[in-house]
């Protein structure tokens, strides 16, 4: 029988913290003698994530909402069915930790957002559990920990990292009214499906790295 491992993500809106508590969490694992290993999606620096990069980048229109969030969601799925199968399929099936920034729980606030009518909402959450965890095979979570970044934080943030790096927003990051659209999914998402809550700011600035990280560390040590 396969030895299973444990999937772990860490889920958050945009600039709220999710590749340092990613880092932060690895690293407490690793001190803990862990078998962990870390991705993130989308995988950039992959082939398969190609659709993903032409959507965020305007290519199939300027606005998130210019592309149906089924077909959205499809060029996601297929980065993380990539992934899966050539980076840690076989390190999760002989029971290796997985730590995952972001996965299929991103689809489920920024895609569903652009349903409006809650019945239909609900029918696409279904079909992409259906899509992503039974058609193409990829493992469900065992925990999510949703990183509450306060939008009027994280919108700071955002403009702080984007000059810092000197990079252009994407379709969905340049929307602010959007992002705080998600971040009201994102809290309904996480009550609804039991996601570990992790408050990031006090409604003006944010937290320490270091004081959320132990939260991080309190969500998660019970499924580790």
Not at 6 to 18: F, N, P, Q, T, V
Request: aromatic share 10%; with cysteine; hydrophobic share 35%.
């Amino acid at each position: 029988m396969e030895k299973k491992g444990k999937l772990i993500i860490i889920e958050a809106g945009d600039a709220s913290g999710k590749e340092t508590q990613t880092r932060l969490l690895y690293e407490k694992l690793c001190d803990e003698n862990k078998k962990v290993k870390r991705v993130e999606f989308p995988d950039y620096g992959a082939e398969s994530s190609v659709l993903v990069r032409m959507y965020l980048s305007g290519k199939f229109g300027k606005q998130a909402d210019d592309v149906d969030a089924y077909a959205a969601s499809t060029f996601f799925a297929v980065d993380r069915y990539a992934s899966y199968r050539t980076k840690w399929q076989k390190d999760y099936e002989e029971g290796t930790i997985i730590l995952s920034d972001r996965y299929t729980t991103s689809n489920m606030v920024h895609q569903a957002i652009k349903l409006t009518d809650g019945a239909e909402r609900e029918k696409y959450i279904a079909w992409l559990q259906d899509l992503e965890y039974e058609k193409l095979g990829l493992p469900r979570p065992d925990c999510v920990v949703f990183l509450d970044m306060a939008p009027a934080v994280s919108d700071k943030l955002l403009a702080a990292r984007a000059k810092e790096k000197g990079t252009a927003e994407d379709i969905h990051e340049k929307d602010k009214a959007y992002l705080h659209r998600c971040y009201s999914a994102y809290c309904e998402t996480a009550e609804k499906f039991g996601w570990k809550h992790v408050i990031c700011s006090d409604g003006e600035n944010p937290r320490p790295p270091k004081d959320i990280a132990e939260d991080v560390w309190s969500a998660v040590r019970d499924y580790v």
